[in-house]
């Protein structure tokens, strides 16, 4: 089995302002390996978002209250690190993928703008060095003209092309773990499959893990080594993808794979 | 009613909210006073020496005709209420049912021309339009208040429209349609209730912002035209300040402030309890 | 062009509502001038003579389509009080307003931009409730209190004694200076209340928006996140109110200031000339009003799309 990259161990997501309700996650652990694609499934509304963003350290601490015994990445503990060292880290080491295409990229820069500065940023890169390795990234994530995607702005791309760019920005440093939260949901369905199946493949060549939130079960069968189920907040059973569908044992996976047939009647 | 009662609770929890309203209340209870007769009595007699220093005779000391400065400001609160309570009610009043009517026909020539009057009364230079709206009404004493009304409308227009708009489209709404329900039944029963949050927000705005005109065109002349008002008392100072007598400008700019103060952080108070969105975020 | 019409028809309108509300209001409900103009013991005939001179007998419509006719020739005719061409009167006081309102103006607003950014980057914390408390304040108080305090406090000898009282004898830039500071800094303190809870609004919703969390999540410092894109991205919302207010500012903001302190702009002419009932100033200053709102609104459309690529 392969070493851990990601570690998490009783992490813990609540408001700040109202303890008394049901925490949006509740003492979640799992281990994400080197190289495997590990899905996190669960309804809409089970924590699975709150879950990610809270390891990514992007949850603001006026409004969530986040405690972890253990969120380590490679030999990192990120629970421990200041506010300049998790930016050093956030979009190099860890990466994120997100749901909505429309509104994750800020509509006043160009895409080219957008990835230079993630190079810029972590590889120091200046201006001539980070704008080859954009063109040089776009190409790899499947744009025909790259020249033309740097200079387009977010709302000139269709959702699908928005999605490649978010990739681009995500993997332009190699991350060692990605987190792709629901990342070709807001898509059409043929699209899904392309961006999927770019994202896995990206995944592979630079040795990154992924975890792929999504709530689609036949995704998880297509792409996932192992799968975690999620409900209310809590992990609720943790295992390789075909024993999932061969035996769940937890009810909501039974709701999950019911919902996920009654889709494909 | 459920959710008067949680809305109540937040204000409660809002110090700087309750503060407020405490010190609007006070200011009302001096108000009542004043209509009532008890208090501020003698705010025009011109008994005393003039520019008398602050003593028992009169508390905070008299203004260039002997008038005694703490009747008159006391006095003033009164007045306060009066442009204050009038201009925000009427001005409300006419924001919610322009705005209810273009919002329900929105997007036809009936929101068409709602907007374009409220466009062209947002471009009329404001004191240009109260001078001008004075001189038509020859010296009326409302002349002030009915400009205030005719321009402070708009903006709580432009929200209850937008607010229509939204509430139009729910479920609601809808099925009360189906049901065959005429539209001003609809408007004036399911809808404009729904507006209530803002109603109230603005019309706490447009209080202050009333109090607030009313010393500006009292100094301009066109404000208040008898009795007493704190603007009239800052005009008045304007001539004392510069001869090194202070108390009547420090009296009424004490007044307004405590209560404009009050108003605000009631109003903010407001805000933050109907609409936690900022407060989230 | 579709789009290009659709902004000529609204602004024609808008000329037609505003030129038609003033005119009902001062010209028609207006002071009569008639006895001002006639002598003592005037007879009936001149009476009628004058009132049809000043064309009191023609019905409204044709008032005010010669009104409107007068105010689009520019056929602005002279002042009913001291007789001098009205054009040579804008000339003259336009450009104090204009020197007199700028430096508040500008200072006003890049202070609230300052301020609604510094308690958008410590929201929540003591320096943003600081900075709250101050803006509630400020909007506490009465224009009128802080240009009373402000020249007692400054121009006085029962203060600092370091401007004068009124005037504006400006011939270089140290008089000009002496002369707009305490305009400038009552400007700025009433304003920036307002400006910073505006723009803090602004910026903290900006702040809340998704591609600010994709910038955090792909390491972008607080700062840079603020300066670049909260603040770029809320340009718009800065624009509209900042070119928008300049009107208001100009008309209603220097009417207050310039009778206060008793400085020749277009200001005071306007309020002088609403006393006096001086139709012709006020036609001017209307009509001009109306048109400057019509060039603000297609310049302010212009930076849109400079500032915005969705804009097109």
Redesign the interface.
Known sequence: MNPAVLTVRNLSVQTASGPGQRPAADHVSFELRQGEVLALVGESGCGKTKTA?AI?G?LSP?RWKVTADEIRLEGTELTRLT??EA??????EI??V?Q?PL???????TCGYQLC??FR??RGMGRRESRESSLAMFGRVGFSDPERTFNS?P?QLSGGMRQRV?IA??MACRPAVLIADEPTTALDVTTQAQVLAQLVELGRAYGTAILLITHDLGVVAQYANRALVMSGGKIVENARVDELFDRPRHPATVTLLSHAAGAVN | MGSDLRLWGQLRADKAGMAGLLVVAAYFLLAVGVWAGMLGQDWSSAGGDRWASPGAEAWFGTNLLGQDIFQRSIYSVRTAFEIGLVVSVLSTLLGAILGAVAGWYGKTWVDGSVL??A???D???????V???A???QGKPWAMHVAMVATFWTGTGRLVRAEVMKIKSREFILSARAIGLPDLVILARHVLPNTGHILLIQASIVF?AAI?TE??LS???LGVQDGVSW?LM??E??QE??A?H?NN?IAA?AM??VL??G???LS?ALQDAFDPR?AA? | MNFALRKLAHGG??IL??TL??F???VW???DQTYSLVGKNASAEQIAEIRKQLGYDQPFIERYVSYLTDLFTLNLGASNSSGEAVSNILKKTIPVTIQLMIPGFILGNLLGIALGLLATYR??RWIDRLINGFS??S???????VI??L??FLC?P?GLNLFP?RGWQVTGLSSYLLYVTVPTLSLVFITVGYNTRFYR?VF??E?????I??????????ASILWR?VL??S?VPITTRFMFSI??IV??GS??IE??FGIPGIGKV??DA??N?DQPVLKA??GL??VA?IFIQVLTDMIYKL????IA
């Not at chain 2, 471009?123 to 339009?129: A, G, K, M, T």
């Not at chain 3, 969390?213 to 607080?222: D, E, L, V």
């Not at chain 3, 500032?307 to 969705?310: A, C, F, L, Q, Y």
């Open positions: 963003e990514m992007l006026d506010p300049r930016g050093r880290i956030r979009g190099s990466s994120m997100f909505e509104t994750a990229l800020d509509p006043v820069f500065s993630v940023r972590h702005y709302h978010m920005m995500a | 374009w009057l466009g062209v009364l471009s009329i230079p404001f004191y240009l339009f001078a001008a709206v001189f038509a009404l202050v607030k010393v500006i100094f301009l002349g603007g800052l005009a100072s304007t300040v510069l090194g202070f400008f700019s307004l402030f404009l103060m108003f605000n952080q903010d900022e975020l | 309108l808008l509502g505003v509300i003033s009902s209001l001062m409900f207006g002071p929201k929540g509630v304040t909007m506490s108080i009465s224009f009128l209190v009373i305090f020249q007692v006085t029962y009282v609004a903290v919703e702040a809340g928006k998704d591609h969390r994709t910038a955090r999540a792909f390491g972008a410092s607080p894109h770029k991205n340009l009107p208001l008309v209603s009417l207050l009778s206060y306007t309020f609403i006393t009932g200053v209307v009003t109306a709102f500032i915005d690529p969705r």
